[in-house]
């Protein structure tokens, strides 16, 4: 049997010999159910579509007494679920069963799991196994084992989805081991103490571990979403290379919740990609513990490679929240690891013919050891992360200071931004904010699309400290190459090293902006920060913010004068203001402040 292109099953195609022909609730041993029978482990093709509501049950005591399989355990090859007309087809495993599929070929025919339209899978107390065999060396094709084209799967109870890395068949095939894992369209749902959980392959003639593609992403007919609830949990082995994670594309929607009381860490993939197609691609962390893996993770990026060139028309958005509470990092101590937010670094195209936007919003803890982090990185590249409380540490190890890496707010054309409003940002290494010229960046000279990236010197950054601390134990750069920007607010504090407020030839000037929120309060910088202008640059004061009835509010208070104070003393600008509001400095320029003449500001509309 088979499916015609109508839909309907063609029952004289031999290729597809067992099909269940009852519109109705019956257990998988029911041979009175199945056209040619009850499916077996020599079956190649079973069929599960009658139009209707209907559950198909295997049941591990049932498949014992019934002697298929091996006490409770059953092995198939392909199976596919599809309801003709109307209703729900409902595949229940169950009652400790373990029903393993596998494929022929390493073809799209031939999926060991195609879930069709109308139907829906559940796992409860159980396991259902996909596992692909490969074929020879260097075939891998980029097919999934498993193709979901709308299905609802939940897993419950202590449920498994296991997905198993190909098993090679050539010695030293390396190539032959990568498995790809695509997850379609649909909804997903572990409960309870549920997992899914990727393996090596059982076993290995090629002599290679596993290397494994997780991709979470949808058809262009429909949108993806996957929960992770209770106590279940996102399994990776140990010993399988989980090399690279995809979130995203064809322009839909993917949203991968993990609220989980799972108690250990949950670790992603090597290189990770949240919003690297067309599309909006999310991941909440509402609870639990997680690590990416050790080189790189890009949230919304053009393409799945940092070091490439693309000439991609694409539009995409990446988005990552972290709870209160939840706690994410990377692994290892990779100098070459890097976080990007808003990564167009491949991008070729002019700016406004794709767009890779970047969002990270956070209460929680984050902690990277070694590597970069970059905000808004290439022409096409727009990054924002906003902290609203806990512990955000970028470059956070004392040894990082011998190791290269930085933190970019706009980076090569770039649009930038990090806004905290409580908790505490530190980073022991350099912040370029608005550019970053290359000699501070040590990969740039083998990026492959230098040439490209070279080309933009109006990179746009700004660091935005409305509450809490931003703390840098090295030196923050403004407008290195293009126009950056540090506004204060609040009770905002920023300590640094040093702040250098330079100047890009050509670009809108750099500044250092005292915003004032609804009680009067500007923000501070910590006074022994040594704080340099260059001539172009600027400071900026905004009392839109500002009581009527404030007093004069001093802005900076440093232990060492301004240097460049003969040249900022006279680049104070300020904005909202009424008419006798004035800047004052210190005769020895280490003090600046704010207020009326008379004391009293009434500002009419």
């Known amino acids: ?18 099909v269940w022909k009852w519109a109705g609730d019956g257990s998988w041993t029911a041979a009175d159910r199945w056209l040619n029978g009850v499916p077996t482990e020599s079956s190649f093709n079973s069929i599960i579509a009658p139009g209707a509501d209907y559950t198909v049950k295997v049941d591990g005591d049932e498949l014992t007494e019934a002697g298929i399989g091996d006490a409770g355990r059953i092995s198939l090859t392909n199976l596919t679920m599809r309801n003709l007309s ?3 087809a409902t595949l229940l495993v169950t009652n400790g069963a373990e029903m393993t599929l596998v494929s022929r070929t390493p073809n799209a025919a031939s999926a060991p799991l195609h879930l069709g339209g109308g139907s829906r899978l559940n796992i409860v107390d159980a396991k259902l196994i996909l596992r692909d065999h490969g074929g020879t060396s260097g075939d891998y ?7 979901n084209e709308g299905a609802t799967v939940e897993v419950c109870g202590t449920g498994e989805l296991v997905c198993y890395g190909r098993e090679g068949k050539a010695v030293g095939a390396k190539g032959n081991q990568d498995g790809y894992y695509s997850f379609g369209t649909g909804h997903y749902v572990f409960r309870d103490n549920a997992k899914l959980h990727f393996m090596n392959a059982a076993t290995s003639g090629c002599g290679w571990s596993s290397v494994l593609y997780p991709t979470f992403k949808p058809s262009a007919s429909g ?62 962390l509402k609870r639990g513990k997680y690590a990416f893996g050790s080189y790189l993770t890009m949230i919304g990026s053009i393409g799945s490679s940092d070091n490439a060139s693309s000439a991609s028309a694409m539009f ?19 100098e070459k690891r890097t976080m990007t937010v808003g990564h167009a670094l491949s991008s070729t195209l002019a700016r406004g013919k794709a767009l890779a936007h970047g969002e990270i919003v956070t209460a929680g803890t984050y902690t990277q050891n070694r590597g970069s982090f970059y905000v808004g990185a290439g022409a096409c590249g727009e990054g924002v992360v906003r902290q609203t409380g806990g512990s955000f540490k970028p470059m956070h190890d004392a040894d990082s200071n011998n190791n290269p890496g930085a933190v970019a707010i706009g980076l090569f054309g770039g649009r930038g931004l990090y806004e905290i409003e409580d908790g505490e940002f530190k980073t022991y290494r350099n912040v370029f904010v608005g550019g970053a010229t290359t000699n501070d960046l040590s990969w740039t000279a083998a990026h492959k699309n230098m040439a490209t990236l070279d080309a933009y010197h109006d990179a746009q950054g700004e660091i935005r400290v409305n509450g809490g601390t931003f703390t840098c134990l090295k030196g923050i750069v403004l407008g290195a190459d293009g126009t950056g920007c540090l506004t204060l607010s609040g009770t905002g504090l920023v300590t640094a090293v040093s702040i250098t407020v330079s100047n890009t ?13 609804g009680e009067g309060r500007f923000g501070m910088i910590d006074p022994a920060t040594i704080l340099s202008f260059a001539e172009g640059s600027k400071i900026v004061i905004d009392a839109a913010g500002l009581p009527a009835n404030a007093r004069r509010k001093t802005l900076l208070a440093l232990d060492d004068a301004v240097v460049g ?7 104070v600008e300020i904005v909202n203001a009424p ?14 402040r704010f207020g009326c003449r008379a004391g009293l500001a009434i500002l009419v509309r």
């Not at 094709?141 to 193709?147: K, R």
């Not at 995409?316 to 990779?334: C, D, H, K, W």
């Open 1 to 18: 049997a088979k499916f015609n292109d109508d839909g309907s099953i063609d029952y004289a195609d031999g290729n597809a010999d067992h």
């Open 86 to 88: 109307g209703g729900t």
């Open 141 to 147: 094709t980029g097919i999934s084992p498993l193709q």
């Open 223 to 284: 949108d993806l979403k996957m929960e992770f609830l209770d106590n279940s949990c996102y399994l990776q082995d140990s010993g399988v290379s989980y090399w690279k994670g995809e979130v995203g594309g064809n322009g839909r929607h993917v949203e991968l919740v993990f609220d989980t009381t799972y108690p250990n860490e949950q670790t992603f993939w090597q290189y990770s990609f949240v919003g690297c197609a067309n599309g909006l691609s999310e991941m909440k």
């Open 316 to 334: 995409t958005t990446g988005r990552v929240e972290i709870a209160s509470g939840v706690t994410l990092r990377p692994t290892g101590y990779n």
């Open 505 to 517: 030839v050509g670009q809108t000037a750099s500044c250092v902006k005292f915003a004032s929120d």
């Open 565 to 571: 104070f003969d040249y900022i003393r006279d680049h």
């Open 579 to 592: 008419k006798d509001a004035t800047a004052d400095w210190s005769a020895d320029g280490r003090r600046l």
